[in-house]
């Protein structure tokens, strides 16, 4: 395993000996009640980090979201969503399931959008329609390849909402990526949002969990909800530790993970049978396409993974490599070479 390049995704971090001195000494209680101090500060910290009211630990970026949105949702209102966002294709239709609400779908470059994409899809409050409720902005967007959203262009989504009256949601497993790149705060993004979550569970290498922030009556929900999802814990101080210190050590390093998505996004440019656009390298994501001689993109994977270089296949010719903190700089270098070797000669793939 030690070999082993591990690009599949950056949740697959493992916690470091010092995030795991800081379990073993967390200070625990029964988080159901309110009593684990190690939960509560993580939740004072983050809710004081996102400037909002209240923040809430969960056990997951997909439970965050769920309960974000049936917190604000009733069955029959609308969520107007892009067409990548996570909560719709990778949270086994939970917005249906669990808040049963319909879907109104964007469709952006990259998912990140506008006010004037927003506009158009909002309902007329009138008694046929489904009532538009909510909007969901996903930053660092997945899909999109860690595309990074522009604060004005939140900024911009919010007014838009406002006129209408939505809720906007800012769906932030990666929203630590999106500040290390920009330079902007995680509250500079956060005041313009009714709701925030963020992943510890990523790129920032704790093993588990998520915060929801927002507002004190929204977080009552929340939390109501996150008990009804099976989502209440117990001595989660545990747990919680390691977010902790994950959210104070491990946030100004993701710019190495930057620097090493686009030195591997360079190097891919510039090998035979590779389509990969560089400047779409904004964060840790890199996304790249590849032609039909090197055959299709399971099968590429699959002669990487014999190299020991793991990665997932996302369409018929399209890869992600996701860079972390446990892919050193070393290790790029290593891919790279699998790489080279698999397309300057298209047999041997
Ligand atoms: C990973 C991720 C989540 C949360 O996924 P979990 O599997 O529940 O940890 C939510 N949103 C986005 C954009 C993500 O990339």
């Avoid at 001195?21 to 101090?37: F, R, S, T, Y």
């Avoid at 989502?231 to 747990?239: H, N």
């Avoid at 399209?318 to 050193?328: E, G, N, Q, S, Y």
Wanted: overall charge negative; glycine content about 8%.
């Amino acid at each position: 395993m030690a070999n082993v390049v591990d690009l599949r995704s950056d949740t697959v971090t493992k916690p470091s000996p010092a995030m795991r001195q800081a379990i073993a000494n967390a200070e625990v209680g029964d988080d159901v009640h309110g009593d684990d101090p190690t939960v509560n500060r993580l939740q004072e910290y983050m809710a004081n980090l996102l400037s909002k009211e209240v923040a809430l630990y969960v056990p997951s970026g997909t439970m965050a979201n769920q309960v974000s949105i049936r917190s604000v949702c009733e069955p029959g209102d609308e969520l107007i969503l892009d067409e990548t966002t996570h909560s719709y294709n990778y949270e086994t239709a939970g917005p249906s399931a669990l808040a049963g609400v319909s879907l109104r779908f964007i469709r952006s470059a990259r998912g990140v959008f506008n006010g004037t994409d927003v506009e158009p899809l909002v309902r007329p409050r009138v008694m046929h329609f489904a009532n538009s409720r909510m909007v969901i902005v996903e930053n660092t967007n997945n899909v999109g390849g860690g595309s990074v959203w522009p604060l004005e262009q939140v900024r911009d989504v919010r007014a838009a909402a406002d006129r209408h009256g939505l809720h906007v949601h800012l769906d932030g497993a990666r929203l630590m990526n999106a500040c290390v790149a920009t330079g902007n705060k995680p509250a500079d993004f956060a005041r313009y949002v009714d709701s925030i979550s963020i992943c510890f569970s990523k790129g920032l290498g704790a093993p588990v969990g998520s915060i929801v922030a927002g507002p004190a009556d929204f977080i009552d929900r929340a939390r109501r909800f996150r008990k009804m999802f099976g989502g209440g814990m117990r001595q989660a101080g545990i747990i919680a530790a390691a977010a902790l210190y994950a959210i104070q050590h491990n946030v100004e390093r993701l710019a190495e993970d930057h620097a090493n998505a686009r030195k591997l996004a360079t190097a891919l440019a510039e090998l035979p049978g590779v389509k990969v656009d560089v400047d779409s390298v904004e964060t840790n994501i890199v996304i790249f396409d590849i032609e039909l001689e090197l055959g299709g993109a399971a099968n590429f994977a699959q002669k990487l993974r014999e190299r020991d270089v793991w990665l997932l296949p996302t369409g018929p010719q399209r890869l992600r490599a996701v860079t972390h903190l446990d892919v050193p700089a070393a290790q790029i270098d290593q891919a790279i070479e699998v790489f080279r070797a698999l397309c300057t000669q298209p047999s041997a793939a």
